[in-house]
């Protein structure tokens, strides 16, 4: 892969920064009523936007998701304080529905990072406080709101709302951040692992494909067919719906399969619809394993972020693999 030129790298470094202040400067003009403020809080917004598209150029897209989060809180916030259009227990009750789906994209958009993590080959990176900062965003989002509600009901500077609209620009920059640096190449152009536009437990290849199959173990499966000896028998693709049990939390898991890019055989996994888990044969005892740190419950052999091939013994990450079919 070719490697960006350097005054490209330099220029990307700098983003960051003018992002945070033309977004910063955004937010103090859109406190400004008239026409040509406007104006300028529209030029000032997407130019952030673009910055920030520069400065990520894979992790950019999960602003929208950080945008939703921010957007429905605020508005949610706005119900609860009587400035919206519906009033009483109607607001409230429409204030707790936004609110919950700013929640629901927060846990969502965590969990898809840490799933990230997991199947990357670039050793363990720690999310502590990356999920700290995107649950911050969210209550910040609600303060933001309040502060706007503040300013529009006294005379004077809006302190508060400025304040956690600068906080918010400043956690963005580090959500987004510390993914692009600790997942995907700097200064390469990579193809991201995962796509940021849908959910892992739906991010299957739905094309039809013949061939040898290494396949979880029958014992595993919902199905009437089942094995004594719990492994991994070769099982041909069919068309029939077939998911697995999930060891870690029991949840379906639907089958499918990648194609190894040394030798071309056919290596079915699953992905958990409840924990979003990558379910996988594990390489000593061929027993269903989850991807990760941990240790395979069957045989405690310790946890693997790679998948192996039973076939040639490759041992590489999932997203070096190839989708070619999925069941369910």
């Known amino acids: 892969m070719a490697r960006d030129p350097e005054f490209v790298i330099i220029v990307r470094d700098q983003m960051p920064v003018l992002v945070v202040v033309l977004l910063a400067l955004a937010a103090y003009v859109g406190t400004i009523d008239n026409l040509v403020?406007?104006?300028?809080?529209?030029?000032?917004?997407?130019?952030?936007?673009?910055?920030?598209?520069?400065?990520?150029?894979t992790t950019w897209r999960y602003g929208l998701w950080l945008l939703g989060i921010y957007s429905l809180s605020f508005v949610g916030a706005l119900f609860f304080l009587g400035r919206a259009w519906l009033h009483g227990n109607s607001g409230i009750a429409m204030g707790s529905l936004l609110e919950v789906a700013s929640l629901y994209i927060a846990y969502?958009?965590?969990?898809?990072?840490?799933?990230?993590?997991?199947?990357?080959?670039?050793?363990?990176?720690?999310?502590?406080?990356?999920a700290l900062g995107v649950?911050?965003?969210?209550?910040?989002?609600?303060?933001?709101?309040?502060?706007?509600?503040?300013?529009?009901?006294?005379?004077?500077?809006?302190?508060?709302?400025?304040?956690?609209?600068?906080t918010l620009v400043l956690l963005v920059v580090y959500v987004l951040g510390l993914p692009e640096r600790a997942f995907f190449t700097s200064g390469e152009q990579e193809v991201a692992r995962f796509d940021p536009w849908q959910p892992l437990s739906t991010m299957t290849t739905r094309t039809g494909s013949t061939g040898n199959s290494e396949g979880l173990g029958e014992s595993s499966?919902?199905?009437?067919?089942?094995?004594?000896?719990?492994?991994?028998?070769?099982?041909?693709?069919?068309?029939?719906?077939e998911w697995v049990s999930c060891p870690r939390c029991e949840g379906a898991a639907p089958l499918r399969a990648l194609r190894c890019p040394r030798c071309g055989r056919l290596e079915e996994v699953a992905t958990c619809r409840a924990c979003e888990r990558i379910v996988a044969p594990c390489p000593s005892c061929r027993a269903p394993t989850t991807l990760g740190r941990g240790t395979c419950p069957s045989c405690n052999a310790a946890g693997s972020l790679t998948l192996f091939c039973a076939s040639c013994g490759l041992d590489e990450p999932l997203r070096r693999w190839t989708g070619t079919a999925t069941r369910g």
């Open 221 to 241: 499966r919902r199905s009437s067919a089942s094995r004594e000896d719990g492994q991994f028998p070769q099982a041909g693709l069919s068309s029939s719906e």
């Open 37 to 57: 403020a406007t104006g300028l809080w529209a030029l000032l917004v997407m130019g952030g936007v673009v910055a920030l598209s520069v400065a990520f150029p």
């Open 108 to 130: 969502h958009l965590v969990f898809h990072i840490k799933s990230v993590r997991d199947l990357s080959d670039r050793g363990y990176t720690p999310l502590g406080l990356w």
């Open 135 to 166: 649950w911050l965003i969210l209550a910040l989002s609600n303060v933001a709101a309040l502060g706007f509600v503040r300013f529009e009901q006294e005379t004077g500077f809006p302190g508060l709302y400025l304040a956690a609209e600068v």
